[in-house]
């Protein structure tokens, strides 16, 4: 949130990061030999209340940091936000 150059490869860094986190998690509890067989991330994985609780954690923590960003470019310094123009077209 807080990257100005926030491009497509970031995201794809992003997916992959948390695609592997839940498939690295799957590994662990499905392999019968793992110490972590029917470990509390299976069960975390699948509850209701275990994601409300990151989706909110998350928003009361992005939020004012996505509020502040745009009091500074939009209220305070808007000179130093706005679009340059291109000046090698006509």
């Known amino acids: 949130m807080n990257t100005r150059n926030w491009t497509t490869n970031l995201a794809k860094f992003s997916l992959i990061s948390l695609v592997g986190t839940?498939?690295?998690l799957f590994l662990a509890d499905v392999f019968p030999?793992?110490?972590?067989?029917?470990a509390i991330y299976a069960i975390l994985l699948t509850s209701l209340k275990?994601?409300?609780m990151m989706f909110i954690v998350i928003v009361s923590s992005m939020l004012p940091l996505y509020f502040?960003?745009?009091i500074r470019?939009?209220?305070m310094w808007?000179?130093?936000y706005?679009?340059?123009?291109?000046?090698?077209?006509k």
């Open 78 to 80: 808007p000179q130093f």
């Open 82 to 89: 706005r679009q340059q123009k291109n000046f090698m077209t």
């Open 50 to 52: 275990y994601w409300l």
């Open 33 to 38: 030999t793992g110490h972590l067989k029917g």
């Open 68 to 70: 502040i960003k745009q």
């Open 22 to 24: 839940l498939f690295n």
């Open 73 to 75: 470019e939009v209220v």
